[in-house]
């Protein structure tokens, strides 16, 4: 599992900007080297409404990046347990069982990117 928080991480320069005069500011949650090669599988906004979680499950040959949009989740990647909030990214990386809980008083939105590393993408349900 890989978590990055949000406010943790600093406003930089676009790379396309003049860092002496930026236009546009970014916090950089993942590089390439944060995630392995392979081909995306999906892309999703989804949400969670006010207290559900979503079933645990992993995936065959496909890891998950995901974003919080708004509102607070526990996140549990294996035996790992964390809180994430608006901004803040995880990755389950492939055969990782993972579930999210809504833990806060509004919908939770998320982001979700699947990139799968062989052939497979199946998800299993635990």
């Known amino acids: 599992m890989k978590i990055v928080h949000f406010s943790d991480l600093n406003f930089i320069p676009a790379s396309h900007e003049d860092v002496k005069n930026p236009g546009a500011l970014k916090k950089v949650l993942l590089k390439r080297d944060d995630i ?16 559900k979680k979503f079933e645990s499950h992993y995936h065959e040959q496909m890891l998950e990046v995901f974003i919080i949009i708004n ?34 008083s509004e919908d939770v939105n998320y982001f979700a990117m699947g990139i799968v590393t062989g052939e497979g993408g199946k998800t299993v349900n635990v």
């Open 71 to 104: 509102g607070k989740v526990k996140a549990r990647i294996d035996e790992e347990e964390t809180i994430l909030e608006k901004g803040d990214m995880a990755i389950a990386m492939e055969g990782q069982v993972h579930t999210f809980e809504n833990i806060c």
């Open 36 to 51: 392995p090669s392979g081909r995306i599988q999906m892309i999703n906004w989804a949400k969670i409404p006010v207290g």
